[in-house]
């Protein structure tokens, strides 16, 4: 039995951690409880770790950042991000998932980084460093579109801050002076030497309102000294500027237009609390810089981060000695161009002859449109405003129109976030360049499947500019991607349709479209096209042309070419490369002779081939389609196309009209032992 006096010193811990309902309980903790709590989620994460491997070091590092900042703001209103979500055990144990969180990483458990699908906290699916600035830039530019109040703070650690997708957002946040709060995670990695108490002090001093009174005051009167006045606020401005660089380590910051807080202990609830509180009442955006130690509360972490980095652990004890401010120990076991006119002539149209507006044009009159009528729409382009036709959005709605100069990646994670944030951004970005943008396409796009419309302006042939621009590969990249819509109008009048169509559904959705010419159609209203609906536009009975985008009027004139040999061809405007109009092509295909499909993309992968993968299925369970042959028209993916004008180049392609006919017509004498078995190819040598 113990006795009284021993009793008395060793009341039983009650656990703090089991009886969380939520972040918001963690108002009413004490100092003292707080700090349990910290040892609670450390000894969590080890036990759990230890069995199912997993991101240890960043996570320990976190849990008192974590637990600040969920003090302080109130989610899911307002909005924590967090960069590459390695780091995010702490956020997850504090926000409902502790009963499960003993099957992190395994098949139907916890995941290793933030997923929307499990918890209403979780502001997106991370996984890949340097997305959280663009994301969280994102929601806050959402957040002032629609005038609401939450507040936006983003953790980014000091690794992925370097990577050139931060530093693209961070140019833009300085610019923009977007309201959000940036938490430094500096654990330790050598991002900037800490300079002790005279940074702290001058931090307290910035966040102080005599500061800043002080400044402006002296600011104001500078500069009404006479004739003077302009040369006293330089010199005052220097003289402040010379101050904060002997101080701080956060000059690049302040240069960039963001306020720098730093350095703060990064395992001080209160100071953390502080600091926050105080940043968010500045306005604009400001950094905190914050020091942690990764790996804290488990010393094997602590000596070597490197290894207790990834999700594949060296091995490690399963201990409960991390309780508190105790240090668990570790046990051996087994374990750009300058851009293009908005408007052009179709190739070989003489000057004389009124010009059709391009694609470009139709695209962009028709989103002002939209945009009248909607509000949610916000306008991006990559440094390319005239190029693209976002001018024209920006000049009517200069509120919701967003350049981020030559940043393609930050411009669509960026677009992811606002998409988070409720708005339906489309980002308008030439075919060439959004190659660039692949990894935040494939990661914050369609993994978090927001309704982000890429305007893929130059898809195809462009002409002049050669290998570096022909918007040849960006077909067959996108076709791999789960949720994204892919999509290409025949004719001006159906990319205003597209467009619409793009903009009134809740998926990824990117619509290609050329750099020519409109074909002069008559106006239509534009009507919503059902989700991977084709469309027959020529009857026939024996062959079926199944086209992608423009070159389906260059297969329509090729058709009529054939049915002056006798040939009777059936045109399909697909429409969607993905999904496909699976029952229509199967449908039309049943009995035909040959199957051509056309496209101006790369023919790896690309449309063809799966209008191939799809006539191959059918082959496997009906007999009918077993005598039907492929033939995929585009561009061959085994070189770069040269520069030259588009109208040579498709026909030196031929994939003018003449080249698709004549391909056509090759096809077909192969296929009957025609003019190619006379010639001796189909005989063997």
């Known amino acids: 039995m113990t006795g009284p006096t021993e009793g008395m010193d060793h009341e039983p811990v009650v656990p703090i951690l089991p009886r969380l309902e939520g972040p918001a309980d963690l108002r009413g903790l004490t100092d003292p409880q707080l700090a349990q709590l910290a040892g609670e989620i450390r000894e969590e994460i080890i036990h759990t770790v230890a069995t199912t491997g997993g991101h240890l070091g960043s996570s320990l590092g976190v849990v008192e950042l974590t637990i600040a900042l969920h003090r302080l703001l109130e989610s899911p209103r307002d909005r924590i991000v967090w960069d590459t979500g390695h780091q995010a055990y702490p956020h997850k144990l504090l926000t409902g998932r502790l009963q499960d969180f003993g099957t992190l990483r395994q098949l139907g458990g916890v995941g290793g980084f933030p997923r929307r699908s499990e918890s209403e906290h979780d502001v997106m699916d991370g996984g890949h460093a340097g997305t959280g600035l663009s994301i969280a830039e994102g929601l806050a530019a959402a957040r002032d579109i629609r005038h609401s ?37 500096d654990n330790e990695m050598s991002i900037s030497p800490t300079v002790g108490a005279l940074s702290r002090y001058l931090s307290e001093v910035k966040l102080s309102n005599t500061w800043r009174r002080g400044r402006s005051l002296w600011d104001r009167s500078a500069e009404m000294i006479p004739i003077m006045g302009g040369l006293a606020l330089e010199l005052s401005q220097r ?108 190739d070989g149209v003489s000057p004389t002859v009124e010009k059709v507006p391009n694609y470009t044009h139709f695209f962009a009159t028709e989103l002002v449109a939209i945009a009248a009528e909607d509000r949610r729409v916000v306008g991006i382009t990559a440094g390319m405003p005239t190029g693209t036709g976002m001018n024209r959005i920006q000049a009517a709605f200069p509120d919701r129109f967003v350049d981020v100069g030559i940043a393609e990646q930050h411009a669509v994670t960026l677009a992811t976030g606002l998409a988070i944030g409720g708005m339906r951004p489309v980002v308008a970005i030439y075919s060439t360049f959004l190659q660039r943008a692949f990894d935040q396409t494939v990661h914050d796009v369609c993994q978090n499947d927001q309704p ?48 619409r169509t793009a903009l009134a559904q809740d998926h990824p959705f990117a619509l290609h479209y050329p750099r020519d010419a409109g074909f002069g159609v008559p106006v239509r209203e534009p009507e919503l096209v059902p989700i991977g609906r084709g469309e027959v536009i020529r009857d026939g009975t024996d062959v079926l042309f199944v086209g992608f985008g423009p ?67 059918a082959r496997l369970t009906d007999p009918a389609y077993r005598d039907i042959p492929v033939r995929i028209v585009g561009l061959p993916a085994d070189r770069f196309v040269d520069h030259g004008s588009v109208t040579d180049l498709r026909r030196v392609l031929r994939l003018d009209v003449d080249g698709l006919t004549a391909q056509v017509r090759e096809a077909l004498d192969a296929l009957e032992g025609g003019p190619l078995e006379r010639r001796g190819a189909s005989t063997p040598a």
Do not use: C, W
């Open 149 to 185: 109040l939450e507040r936006i703070a983003v953790v980014v650690g000091d690794a992925a801050l370097m990577s050139g997708l931060s530093l693209e957002a961070l140019n833009d946040i300085g610019h923009r002076q977007t309201d959000m709060l940036i938490v430094l995670n």
């Open 551 to 617: 070159i389906v009027m260059r297969a329509m004139e090729a058709a009529e070419r054939l049915a002056a040999d006798g040939v009777s061809v059936e045109v399909i405007d697909a429409r969607f490369a993905k999904p496909l109009d699976r029952g229509l092509i199967l449908d039309r295909a049943r009995g035909k002779r040959l199957v051509v499909t056309f496209e101006e993309s790369v023919v790896t992968g690309g449309f063809g081939a799966a209008v191939l993968e799809l006539v191959e299925q």
């Open 239 to 346: 003289f402040r500027k010379s101050v904060v660089n002997f101080a701080q380590p956060g000059q690049l910051f302040e240069d960039l237009g963001i306020t720098y807080i730093g350095v703060v202990p990064g395992h001080d609830i209160p100071t953390l609390e502080r600091n926050f509180r105080a940043a968010f009442a500045l306005g604009g955006p400001v950094l905190v810089h914050v020091r942690t130690q990764k790996g804290r509360g488990y010393h094997p972490a602590e000596r070597d981060q490197v290894a207790f980095h990834g999700a594949a652990l060296p091995p490690m004890a399963d201990t409960h000695e991390a309780r508190g401010s105790g240090t668990a120990k570790a046990v051996p076991v087994k374990a750009e161009p300058a851009p293009a006119p908005a408007l052009e002539p179709a």
């Open 452 to 499: 982000v419309v890429l305007a893929v302006d130059r898809a195809g042939l462009v002409g002049e500019d050669g290998t570096s621009h022909q918007g040849m590969f960006t077909l067959p990249v996108q076709l791999q991607l789960p949720n994204l819509v892919v999509a290409s109008p025949r004719d001006e009048q159906e990319l205003r349709a597209l467009l």
